[in-house]
């Protein structure tokens, strides 16, 4: 139960080492049953919250963090955890500033799934609590069940790591999960032309917020090669280099110059991405983008047989292959 | 099929063809500057004020903002371009010929109208003096209509001062014009150090005079508290405010501070007006 | 008050699409509706709080070509003609008149003038509220707009159809409308009531504007700021944000277009010489939050926020403007 969970995330909260700084964790959203990530202060643990709408991956305010001074503790399910490592391993994160308190994790709920299954007003709602296999929603004195697996965020079906690898202390019991592409070989059936279409329906939906970039937590450049004014100039970059950026891409808003935006993102999580979904929740159009992340997660797995637990980066590893 | 779209009178994203007549090169190195003399094609009249600027259009580039730096008393329009950008580069490569698409005058200009009858001092840094050029020559050419003119103008050395030929020769016919350069160099014989610090030297009477103040920000800074210091009142201070511009007129929001449109409103802001913002300009 | 025996909208959607309009009406996509340009009345559902997009793009495009060019300007391309929108809520009615007052006050911009004068719009008044609905905090009805040419009333089994403009009366004088029975007109006024009373959100816009003042240099807008991702989002969703950009696509051979920008992009401010005014992103949401409620009220003289609770409902971090706004300290 997630108010279990609370107590005792609270509690280690409590007990931190002296030297912690901040803790960013979850506090309840005013008006709204969700939680939203927040930093807080040592004795602000009060102020805590989590349950299965904690969705949101914490990993990019940490690096954010990073800037300032002191040691940081951190609130990370697996996902979390496991972009907390990448970032650990492009030197965006010092793994000795940070305390992570790892949770198990059962899989969070999909918030727009959520708000249509729940008959309730959300500013109402008092409680959400996964017991077992059904969510207990509270609100006015009465409560609603909703069956986990009707809410429950999709990709957390495919978790390959609910319980985080690396923590400084684990809360709940370990959950096993399973290297599962079922869902992206059932989509490889399809024949090219259906394929081609279903994308590029996708993509025509696609307004380039670039909300999914923004969320993602290795979607940290600060010149992105598909945004066309996203140039990162000092006083000194010489006339000539701006005048001769590369534009890979426009503003043009269309669903090739869409499908192009995307694919040149995902292809740089290629043995990155934390699979923690933070892109396709972002969206709001609703862009099946794990799918993409999901496909090139398989290949660099069947092709290089990597995956991003391993402790060196995916290039990295790339340079060291045997010949042959 | 023709609309209202396909004239550039009532389509104002539309620019006119321009010619460019003159290059002069007013810094050369590593940031060069270069004055356009531009020439309108297919239109004879271009009416503006001193402190309004134009949209040069490049096609395949884009646009960028450049206040007008001469007279409107003076045939043409001139243009001293910084080497900076996109834009910029093609502009620096282009020759006598050349055409280029002019929208404007856009935003406020300097209310020289109002001014007359006063002293006017104009206090530039670097590529700051642009507008303020076309202020000098503006009140030259109608010089019974005003005071006591002083143009005060300082650069980085003596090779980043822009028009130099112009104000040597002002200079040598009488005007009052104090020039600085930061850093000393042989044979300067006019004031080293930064501008605010000649001016502190030259000690403006604020009666009845009007300070017109363009150049980096910082030195906009310190020489607004100079001149306070010297006891000019906000309301006798104007300056020009530089931000990112698009649309030029008062639409895309890029260059909005607070509620004020910098290409629309301004780009001539007199200090009182920018004081009673909230956020710094 | 006029009524119409069975659905006055969908009809006029066929109606007008006969009479070659270009139709802009609610389209259900998987799990959200999305104004959309409509080939037939049945692709249309009008069954629906709010669109997930507001429709702002029907005047004002996400991309725009405005001129086509070579060596020179080559081609401008034409506007469309005839147009309507239908089943539009008050809500970006209000959006629809704000944007308006952006692009048509002042110099005209003539790209928007081309689409906006040929727009007839159908407005269809709310029966409940969401739950980020807050209209009526600034000054809005969920049921009445006298910007709209046409807004039609959901009773169940019939439609109110009140006509707002000349342009409405001539559309709706095609259909075969009577006069609204005293039963029909204190069914409406009921429901009126009921919709009222469904709102749980509220902002409190008392002395918002003092508020503001006083509060622009709290670290209130750092907290709000810390977990934003700067992402477009609120901005792209939001009926009344007008921001664009105009750009080049093509060297020798090309477009210029405009296309819808933020202010929430880190880079959006950026100088060519490197100088960014609004370099961290706390002072560009804050920006965001004054410009709605601040710089625009000083500008226009009215709020620039229509309380259609999109940018809440999908913000990934859970920034809510309604809570910052009440949230917003005072005594700094």
Known sequence: MNSEILEKIKEECRKLPDDISYIVGFVRKRGEPREV??????????????????????????????????????????CDARALKQLEKEEKIERERLYIIGVSCPGVIDYRKFRNAVKFRLPEIE??????????????????????SEVIFENCLYCEQPTPKDYDVLIGEPREGKLDFSDIEEFEKLDREERWSYWMEVFSKCIRCHACRQVCPLCYCEECLVDPSNLAVSPMTPAEEKAAYPRVLGKTVNASDNMVYHLIRVLHHAGRCAGCGECERACPMELPLLKLERKLKKVVYEVFNYSPDEEIPFLSKLDILPEG | ???????????????????????????????????????????????????????????????????????????????????????????HEMEVGDVVGIRGPLGRGFPLEEWKGMNIITIGGGIGQTPLRSIYQYVIDNEKDYGDLTIVYGARTSKDLCYKDELFQLKEQGYNVELSIDNPEPDWPYFVGFVPDNLK????????????????????????????????????????????MKCGIGKCGKCKLESVYVCRDGPVFRYDELSRLLEEA | MKVYEGNFLKDVVA??????????????????????????????????????????????????????????????????????????????????????????????????????????????????????????????????????????????????????????????SKFDLSDASDEDVSRKKELEQKVLSSFVRSVNTENLKERMAEAFNSD?????????????????????????????????????????????????????????????????????????????????????????????????????????????????
């Not at chain 3, 559902?45 to 997009?53: H, M, P, V």
């Not at chain 3, 040929?118 to 029966?127: F, H, R, S």
């Not at chain 3, 309380?307 to 910052?324: Q, T």
């Open chain 2, 1 to 91: 099929m023709s609309s209202v779209l396909d004239e550039p009178m009532k389509n104002p994203y539309l620019p006119y063809k321009a010619e460019i007549v003159e290059i002069r090169d007013e810094v050369k190195g590593v940031r060069p500057i270069k004055t356009f003399k531009i020439r309108l094609i297919e239109r004879e009249r271009f009416d503006y004020q001193s402190g309004q600027g134009c949209l040069v259009s490049v096609f395949g580039r884009g646009e960028s903002w450049f206040t007008i730096a001469n007279s409107p008393t003076r045939p043409d329009l001139e243009f001293s371009v910084l080497k900076t950008g996109k834009v910029t580069t093609k502009l």
């Open chain 1, 37 to 78: 990530l927040k930093v807080l202060k040592p004795d602000e643990v009060d102020r805590m919250s989590f349950s299965p709408l904690s969705f949101n991956n914490p990993a990019r305010i940490v690096m954010d963090l990073m800037k300032s001074d002191g040691k940081i503790a951190v609130i990370a399910k697996g």
């Open chain 1, 127 to 148: 409680s959400v609590e996964l017991v077992g296999d059904e969510v207990i929603v509270k609100a006015n004195g009465e409560e609603q069940r909703i069956p986990f």
């Open chain 3, 220 to 332: 209130y807008w750092k907290e709000v700021a810390e977990n934003c991702v700067s992402c477009g989002i609120c901005t792209y969703l939001c009926p009344t944000c007008f921001c664009f950009d105009i750009f080049d696509d093509g060297e020798l051979k090309g477009v210029r277009i405009r296309a819808w920008d933020s202010c929430q992009f880190p880079l959006h401010t950026l100088e060519s010489s490197s100088h960014n005014p609004r370099r961290e992103k706390w002072q560009r949401l804050r920006n965001r939050f004054y410009d709605k409620f601040y710089y625009m009220l000083v500008r226009k003289g009215e709020f620039y926020c229509v309380g259609c609770g999109r940018c809440i409902a999908a913000c990934p971090v859970g920034i809510d403007i309604a809570e910052v706004i009440n949230n917003i300290p005072s005594g700094v």
């Open chain 3, 15 to 172: 109606k007008l699409l006969d009479d070659g309009y270009r139709v802009y009406a609610p389209v259900k996509e998987k799990n959200y509706h999305v104004f959309k340009v409509v080939e037939n009345a049945d692709e249309v559902d009008f069954d629906y709080i709010n669109t997930r997009r507001s429709p702002k793009d029907v005047t004002f495009p996400e991309n725009e070509v405005l001129m086509k060019y070579g060596e020179w300007v080559e081609e401008i391309p034409a506007q469309a003609d005839k147009t309507a929108i239908v089943g539009i809520r008050p809500c970006d009615i209000q959006g629809l008149r704000l944007m308006d007052r952006v692009f048509l006050e002042d110099i005209t911009d003539p790209y928007y003038e081309a689409k906006r004068k040929n727009l007839l719009v159908v407005g269809y008044a709310c029966n409940e509220a969401g739950d980020y609905c807050f209209c009526t905090s600034v000054g809005l009805s969920p049921f009445k707009s006298d910007y709209a040419d046409i807004i039609v009333t959901e009773l169940g089994d019939k439609q109110v159809v009140e006509i707002r403009s000349e342009k409405g009366e001539a559309v709706a």
């Open chain 2, 201 to 244: 030297r030259i000690k403006p009477d604020p009666k009845d005079t009007i300070a017109i103040t363009c150049g980096p920000p910082i030195m906009i800074k310190i020489t607004l508290g100079v001149l306070k210091d010297l006891g000019f009142k906000e309301n006798q201070i104007y300056t020009t405010l530089e931000r990112r």
